[in-house]
């Protein structure tokens, strides 16, 4: 006896209801996105999502993560200009291959369900500690994460234009290396952490 209760737990039918839930939370928003309805866009049962999955915070979450596993590039460490280049260059690359529909619907869904916008916090920090953790120390990562996605972000979805060479180096040039290193040139203490 192997110890474990029940049938082994079929990874291809995990990936169908994280699938489901990532088109369907697109195409209708996370309020009208049901359990009911990823359910028979996977062809699992509801039971099987229920046991996976306690919420649909947790179900979006997973789906979020599933989709979008954070590897950052190994950076060239030759200053901190060309650290950031390639950074941005790749988180810019990050964001803009969301869809529009599936971040708006986390954005609205965060607002209304704490369970997600817990679940989406945890994710990002996890994230933004894998990106900023290759950055230098002196570096002030904590700022880079709250304004490099920020700004990326805004201009994606909001201004609709997209992250081209030219903006990712006006974003280094002129917003982060001076938050970076302060008016004096010199490395910017973490504040308030």
Not at 52 to 70: G, I, N, Q, T, W
Not at 107 to 116: C, I, K, N, Q, S
Not at 124 to 137: E, F, K, Q, Y
């Amino acid at each position: 006896m192997n110890g474990s209760l029940g049938r082994p737990r079929d990874a291809s039918r995990d990936v169908a209801i994280l699938d489901a839930t990532l088109a369907l939370l697109t195409e209708n928003g996370y309020e009208q996105l049901s359990i009911e309805a990823v359910a028979a866009r996977s062809g699992a049962a509801k039971t099987t999502i229920y046991r996976r999955y306690p919420d649909k915070a947790a179900l979006v979450a997973a789906a979020v993560d599933h989709r979008s596993p954070v590897t950052p590039p190994e950076l060239p460490g030759d200053d901190l200009r060309s650290d950031l280049l390639v950074l941005v260059t790749w988180l810019a690359r990050q964001i803009a291959e969301q869809e529009i529909g599936l971040l708006g619907a986390l954005f609205a869904g965060m607002r209304g369900d704490p369970g997600l916008a817990g679940e989406m916090r945890r994710i990002l920090r996890r994230d933004a500690t894998a990106m900023t953790g290759r950055l230098p120390r002196q570096a002030s990562s904590g700022l880079f994460a709250e304004v490099a996605p920020a700004v990326i972000v805004h201009r994606v979805v909001f201004v609709g234009e997209p992250c081209d060479e030219r903006f990712v180096e006006h974003l280094v040039d002129d917003i982060l290396l001076p938050l970076l290193r302060g008016p004096t040139g010199r490395p910017v203490a973490e504040r308030g952490r």
